[in-house]
């Protein structure tokens, strides 16, 4: 398997993309900046959620609607097939490739497991192919003022009055994330092919559908995940390739004019270390490129054009 650069594009209109537990559960923020920000592990749970859906084994999720800790998670899955007698204190190789070929997650993004193996310490660690830094705003963002929400239910037998919380969101959040896919590191977890088509999936397919009443509002915009022909090639922080050209006061995705010059003139410029481009693009995004706004696929020149493979 060779390298991969991924650019999503995803925004958040009066909803919470990512709350921090640390602060009241606001929306994640780079204050002096305004600029909203959403870890990778959110990104993450809902790739995990999208896949699970799917009917495949998550390592990190729960068991039968049950929250276990690791050892227990892994015991679990031994004993669909080997019955319990496993040594999760020194798993052979044999069984160890097992377990990665039923944890789709462990093989996309890896896990420290507190288990050992022949070939392992006390405890067996895969770094994960696919990896995700934190995502960030690429307009300016405003907090809707806290609105106090209340509910029917006391705390208690002695709280019959309901209780009151706080209700963060943001007014509109265009958001963007960069990943990389190690062709290096997926022969370490056995990351296959097939893998990484059902990834390209999720990510476009998992946020409308995980959608709950502090998350409702959230639409991938755009995907691109460029594949070199090298597993020694990467072309770097896409995010840094494009630009809108309004970043304060945006509403909605009809207010949105994104600039991809540069992002263009890039994958031009590496077109030699370029395998195909993976894409797919929500038609409410209008890109512009060279002053022209349009679909990608009108938009690129015919030697990145002809690289281009829709993902749905």
């Known amino acids: ?92 190789k044999e069984e160890q490739n097992w377990m ?50 209340t509910s029917h239910f006391g705390s208690d037998d002695k709280n019959d009055g309901g209780n009151i919380g706080k209700d963060y969101r943001v007014y509109y959040s265009f958001l963007a994330f960069h990943g990389i896919i190690s062709g290096h590191r997926a022969v370490h977890t056995r990351l296959t092919e097939e893998d990484v088509r059902l990834f390209d999936q999720a990510v476009v397919k998992a946020i409308p559908l995980s959608a709950t009443r502090s998350k409702v509002g959230q639409y991938p915009r755009l995907y691109l995940r460029v594949e070199y022909h090298s597993p020694e090639f990467i072309a770097g922080d896409l995010r840094d390739l494009v630009s809108l050209e309004e970043t304060e006061g945006l509403r909605s995705i009809s207010e949105v004019n994104l600039h991809v010059d540069a992002l263009v003139n890039k994958l031009l410029e590496v077109n ?41």
């Open 1 to 92: 398997m060779n390298n991969s650069d991924i650019l999503f594009l995803y925004d958040a209109k009066l909803t919470n993309p990512n709350g921090d537990i640390d602060e009241e559960n606001r929306p994640r923020m780079d204050y002096e900046r305004s600029l909203n920000l959403v870890s990778d592990v959110r990104l993450k749970r809902y790739i995990r959620d999208y896949l699970e859906q799917l009917g495949n084994e998550i390592f990190v999720g729960k068991v039968d609607g049950e929250t276990v800790n690791a050892t227990e998670r892994i015991k679990r899955l031994f004993e669909k097939k080997y019955d319990g007698k496993v040594n999760l204190n020194k798993l052979s």
């Open 100 to 149: 990665l070929e039923q944890f789709t997650d462990v093989r996309m993004f890896g896990a420290t497991m507190p288990i050992k193996s022949e070939d392992k310490g006390s405890s067996m660690t895969f770094t994960g192919p696919i990896q995700f830094n934190w995502g960030y705003s690429l307009n300016k963002v405003t907090l809707v003022e806290s609105a106090s929400i």
């Open 272 to 312: 030699g270390e370029i395998a195909r481009i993976h894409y797919w693009q929500d038609s409410n995004l209008l890109l512009n490129y060279e002053g022209q706004k349009g679909m990608l696929t009108a938009l690129l020149p015919s030697e990145l054009a002809d690289k281009l493979v829709t993902v749905l």
